[in-house]
Nanobody
Framework: QVQLVESGGGLAQAGGSLRLSCAVS????????LGWFRQAPGKEREFVAS?????????YADSVKGRFTITRSARNGANTDLQMDNLQPDDTAVYYC???WGTGTFNRSSSFQTWGQGTQVTVSS
């Protein structure tokens, strides 16, 4: 069974930085993308960024472009990081790592089959 575990959440001040990590374990059935989503209190889960299996596609939500950077350990690698710079209070949310099987580029939550438990990020003003 495939599992995803996030780490690195916490508290930051506006303008600060945090780095989230996600590790995938278990029997991985072929090529897959990794993505990050977030959900703030009272809001729907939203896409943040993803990276496809060969590292050539890294779509970002408009709200985080230029501030967040997604990376992956290797082609089809089992680890991904999300570097978050210039954090703002609106970035406060639970951040989820997710895996989408296949060679495509994915940015919809319905495309991701396996999810982590989430890690809290809180940004104070």
């Amino acid at each position: 069974q495939v599992q995803l575990v996030e780490s690195g959440g916490g508290l930051a001040q506006a303008g600060g930085s945090l780095r989230l990590s996600c590790a995938v374990s278990g029997r991985i059935p072929g090529f897959f993308s990794l993505g990050w989503f977030r959900q703030a209190p009272g809001k729907e889960r939203e896409f943040v960024a993803s990276i496809n299996w060969n590292l050539e596609r890294t779509p970002y939500a408009d709200s985080v472009k230029g501030r967040f950077t997604i990376t992956r350990s290797a082609r089809n690698g089992a680890n991904t990081d999300l570097q978050m710079d210039n954090l703002q209070p609106d970035d406060t949310a639970v951040y989820y790592c997710a895996a989408a099987w296949g060679t495509g580029t994915f940015n919809r939550s319905s495309s991701f089959q396996t999810w982590g438990q989430g890690t809290q990020v809180t940004v104070s003003s």
